[in-house]
């Protein structure tokens, strides 16, 4: 189960070994009221201020113990529409803040709670190991990007999930893999959209249409250290937020968020080994056509996940069921070239009914 963003809560069902064997089940996803978005919102103000990664004061707590509510819920909602018998849950929770620099990083949920209630294993915490070992925690799904590119020909290829933030996939002919952060994602634009529409996205992309990108605060956002360091490297959704757009219009200012995304991902390519041939899309950037034409305009064969026979609303749940199989077998989740971890390492923490 995936609640990395804050649009809801993805479930997906899948048979796997861990390994190469991956049967991909029906998937849902169960979104967030704007009452529970703004309790996650809430959280996510109150974590800035957080040191210690298993502190949780008033308001994170609260969030906690509702985050559980709602996963008992979609999973309850979720096996009633489609029985079947689980052997373990993979659990990712919410991401409330992310700083591998300083060897931190939370997402809320209370995988015993969880695992108590549902009367099912739960494998949760699964960044942890990887962030106090020294590496960046994040992107934590290659693997099973790597699982799925074995059904396709072409090599190399790219998974990019644009969630919150976006990353890239880069799986080379020997299913070698090199991972990392390029930028931000949906969710400036979310915020963006959130306090000049009040709505929490910019459906189709219809205010970016209208707008005009703004070149010097591009080229603001493209200077910053981040794009010039090497990767594997990570971003907080809030990494950005001291770079102000305020003189811009709602229209002028998502088209140049946009042209962020679209560009940031473009630059990534100059830390690969070998261009991909293909570049595959995941996670809820995919549904904004506007983001759609403009990586189109910069990198060859762009295809939203669907084009391969993927769920890319479902991709990210499905990689934690993947996870939860490998933790519970030890083997690795994270990799040197994808985390930047010193060795490959497992992780995640099991919680028994």
Known sequence: MS??????????????????????????????????????????????????????????????TALADWHVEAV?????????TIDVIGFHGQTVIHRPEIKLTVQLGDGKALARRLGVPVIYDMRAADVAAGGQGAPFVPVYHRALAASLPERPIAFVNIGGVANITWIGPQGDMIAFDTGPGNAPIDDWAMKHTGIARDMDGKLATTGTPNESIIEQFLNQPFF????????????????????????????????II????????????????????????????????????RLPDVQAAEAYGFNGDSIEA??????????????PLSFPMTTKVSEPMTGGVLALP
């Open 228 to 259: 010039k360091m090497a990767p594997p490297k990570s971003l907080d959704r809030n990494s950005f937020t001291a770079i102000t757009m305020e003189a811009l219009s709602p229209s002028d200012g998502a088209a140049t968020l946009v042209e």
């Open 3 to 64: 609640g990395t963003s804050l649009d809801g809560i993805d479930v997906a069902l899948i048979r796997t070994d861990g390994e190469n064997i991956v049967q991909r089940g029906p998937s849902q996803t169960y979104a967030y009221s704007d009452e529970q978005r703004n309790i996650l919102r809430a959280a996510l103000m109150e974590a800035k201020n957080l040191t210690k990664r298993d502190d949780r004061p008033s308001g994170l707590a609260k969030a906690e």
């Open 318 to 331: 499905e990689a934690w069921a993947y996870m939860a199989v490998r933790s519970l077998n030890k083997l």
């Open 262 to 297: 679209a560009r940031s991902i473009a630059k990534a390519t100059s830390w690969l080994p070998e261009a991909p041939k293909a570049w595959i899309i995941c996670g809820g950037g995919r549904h904004n056509p506007v983001i759609m034409k403009a990586l189109r305009n």
């Open 76 to 84: 309850e909602s979720f096996l009633k529409a489609n029985p079947a």
